[in-house]
């Protein structure tokens, strides 16, 4: 049987990881190759890297942040963050990445899914969308950072983005985010009964059960989260033992 | 000394990356002679069947590899296992290696999401040493539209998938398939490698 997946996120500023918590036995909070390292020792099924600044002059440095974790971890690694050509999606893969998670670039132009999946193969490709109420019984797509409404239909967008090929969606709900109240059940499944790709639930985790809650209530395949283990409030194998009691399957 | 085949496979540089952190020697490879004195073969492979295929002809070294599977241990991963079958329906039809009797096609459930992507648990079918040191359960990373067909006695494991996956197949002698991806999954991925190296001992 499929196991659910818990998914790390680690948020990359300048080659560091923003904020962080102290890992016992790793000395350096702030450095992202540890502290993967440490998410792969209490069981994280991904690991996923965000480049926060994707600035072009960073690139480098974050570059080498997943070149060096993908020699030491071996479980797939997702990079995010500021890709925006077939070019950028090439580099990250050769740095070490499984998979390349695409947003705001997706949004301007559609076309880049399509053409990552021909090139790179669907599996590698994960599209990522922060969606918000609209007020009037709907979902609104928003880019640059979940700071512009680009008037698109969630549920229409999610299509879309599986009829061009996405192996994957990363759905972040900006009404949840942030607030720690669990994740957004709503948004996930009307997402879910769209689409036959995997989706992965972002935005909202803020207690051990919300993990258990989300694929107890929704077809969500994976849950995200980055604070909370960021700052050490829970480990994965915490979140594991508890989707386990309740007999959901996880690794 | 093992061959890892360069043919521009995605997943190469992971492959390589797991080989030397656990210190096996390879070279990651495009010349015939290399393959023809390596000990062992591994035909990494991630994306579309038949590019994959063209890609492979495009290197001229099908007929070396499939003539040296049958001295050697060879190791597909992922669409590497699935060209090993016969044939394959993804995207157009095309010929495979040809070295394990079965063909290739699309997951038929229509009740579950595809791709089959994640760790899921093998069912061992036959033992092998490729399993050896390898505590159960054993959780593999999969990633995968398609799957082989192939009559159960190639089967080393499956998983379960509302229907049964080919997870790790053998024709029998040297040549060998996973259809998840031992170089990310853990640990025990890691040592499936290691059984690997051996075998090639």
Known sequence: ??????????????????????????????????????????????????????????????????????????????????????????????????????????????????????????????????????????????????????????????????????????????????????????????????????????????????????????????????????FGELTIGEVKADCRSKGIAVR | MIAVIDYSAGNLFSVSNALSYLGIEHCMTMDADAIRKADAMILPGVGAFPTAMESLHGTGLVSTICAEAKKKPLLGICLGMQMLFEESDEVTPCKGLGLIPGSVHRIPSQKVIIPHMGWNELEIRQDSPLFAGIDLPMYAYFVHSYQAFCDNRYLLATADYDGQIPALVTDGGYVFGAQFHPEKSDEKGLQMLRNFAEVTK
């Open chain 1, 1 to 230: 049987m499929l196991a659910k997946r818990i998914v790390p996120c680690l948020d990359v500023r300048h080659g560091k990881v923003v904020k962080g918590v102290n890992f016992e036995g790793v000395k350096d909070v702030g450095d992202p190759v540890a502290c993967a390292a440490e998410y792969n020792r209490q069981g994280a099924d991904e690991i996923v890297f965000y480049d926060i600044v994707a600035s072009h002059e960073g690139r480098g440095t974050f570059l080498d942040v997943v070149r060096e974790t993908a020699k030491q971890v071996f479980v797939p690694l997702t990079v995010g963050g500021g890709i925006s050509t077939v070019d950028d999606m090439r580099q990250a893969l050769r740095a070490g990445a499984d998979k390349i998670s695409i947003n705001s670039a997706a949004v301007k132009n559609p076309k880049l899914i399509a053409e990552g999946a021909e090139i790179f193969g669907s599996q590698c490709i994960v599209v990522g969308i922060d969606a918000k109420r609209n007020g009037k019984g709907g979902y609104s797509v928003y880019a640059n950072g979940a700071r512009i409404d680009m008037g698109i239909d969630l549920l229409d967008w999610v299509v879309e983005v599986e009829r061009l090929g996405a192996g994957e969606i990363c759905l972040n709900s900006i009404d949840t985010d942030g607030v720690r109240g669990g994740f957004d059940m709503e948004m996930l499944q009307a997402v879910c009964a769209r689409v036959r790709i995997p989706v992965i639930a972002s935005g909202g985790a803020g207690k051990l059960s919300d993990f258990a809650d989300v694929f107890l209530q929704t077809d969500a395949t994976a849950a995200l989260a980055a604070s909370l283990f960021h």
